[in-house]
């Protein structure tokens, strides 16, 4: 049975390049026999905001709190995350950052007792997830050897180092297509057609759990 693959999508204005990029992303999952479960974190409405008990709970008492979370779409989420086998996210990149409602979803979604455990303050991290492969899709208007030079690619960081120990360490892929406003009808249509094709080369044989 093929594990469903959870896809992201972080960017406010409807008809974006970014939303192309998911409907694209999408039917290459479903082409390929993949079960998706998609969410555009803007039209859902999805609420970032820690509450100060979220943000300052901790120990097991922190498991126990964040298991009764009132919120049915973040319960629904953090249900999805849980059985899946990968993660796709499509954002731009806003300041060497994703935008400010992805950042919320990772502080509300990956909590103790959901995405990991750890046995002791500072630890590394157990994972309690699934997740064999990580797919991120970044816009950018910052050149290559700008981002790289200057400040040292902090998304590629933010996703392969700092967040993968807590996905399950799957395999991690990142497509970074750019000047994305210098780029014209032609480029784009490339574009979506490479990233169609590397989402059906990675998910293609997708397992159920880990391998």
């Given at each position: 049975?093929?594990?469903?693959?959870?896809v992201?999508?972080?960017?406010?204005?409807?008809?974006?390049?970014?939303?192309?990029?998911?409907?694209r992303?999408?039917?290459?999952?479903?082409?390929?026999?993949v079960?998706?479960?998609?969410?555009?974190?803007?039209?859902?409405?999805?609420?970032?905001?820690?509450?100060?008990?979220?943000?300052?709970?901790?120990g097991t008492?922190?498991?126990?709190?964040?298991?009764?979370?009132?919120?049915?779409l973040?319960?629904?989420?953090?249900?999805?995350?849980r059985?899946?086998?990968?993660?796709?996210?499509?954002?731009?990149?806003?300041?060497?950052?994703?935008?400010?409602?992805?950042?919320?979803?990772?502080?509300?979604?990956?909590?103790?007792?959901v995405?990991?455990?750890?046995?002791?303050?500072?630890?590394?991290?157990?994972?309690?997830?699934?997740?064999?492969?990580?797919?991120?899709?970044n816009?950018?208007?910052?050149?290559?050897?700008r981002?790289?030079?200057?400040?040292?690619?902090?998304?590629?960081?933010?996703?392969?180092?700092?967040?993968?120990?807590?996905?399950?360490?799957?395999?991690?892929?990142?497509?970074?297509?750019?000047?994305?406003?210098?780029?014209?009808?032609d480029?784009?249509?490339?574009?979506?057609?490479?990233?169609?094709?590397?989402?059906?080369?990675?998910?293609?044989?997708?397992?159920?759990?880990?391998?």
């Amino acid at each position: 049975m093929t594990a469903p693959v959870v896809v992201l999508l972080a960017h406010p204005r409807p008809g974006s390049f970014n939303h192309a990029l998911a409907d694209r992303v999408v039917a290459a999952l479903e082409q390929a026999g993949v079960p998706v479960r998609f969410h555009d974190l803007y039209a859902e409405g999805f609420d970032p905001v820690l509450t100060a008990e979220e943000a300052y709970t901790s120990g097991t008492r922190a498991e126990e709190f964040l298991a009764a979370e009132p919120d049915p779409l973040v319960r629904r989420h953090r249900e999805e995350l849980r059985d899946a086998g990968g993660l796709v996210a499509v954002h731009p990149n806003w300041w060497g950052k994703p935008p400010a409602i992805l950042s919320g979803w990772l502080d509300r979604i990956l909590v103790p007792g959901v995405a990991y455990r750890l046995s002791a303050a500072g630890g590394a991290p157990e994972s309690l997830l699934s997740l064999r492969r990580l797919l991120v899709v970044n816009t950018s208007d910052t050149t290559e050897e700008r981002e790289r030079t200057l400040f040292g690619d902090p998304l590629d960081a933010i996703w392969r180092r700092c967040l993968a120990p807590y996905l399950g360490e799957p395999e991690v892929w990142r497509l970074v297509l750019r000047v994305l406003a210098d780029a014209g009808a032609d480029t784009r249509v490339r574009w979506l057609d490479e990233v169609e094709g590397e989402v059906a080369r990675i998910f293609r044989a997708l397992p159920q759990g880990r391998e």
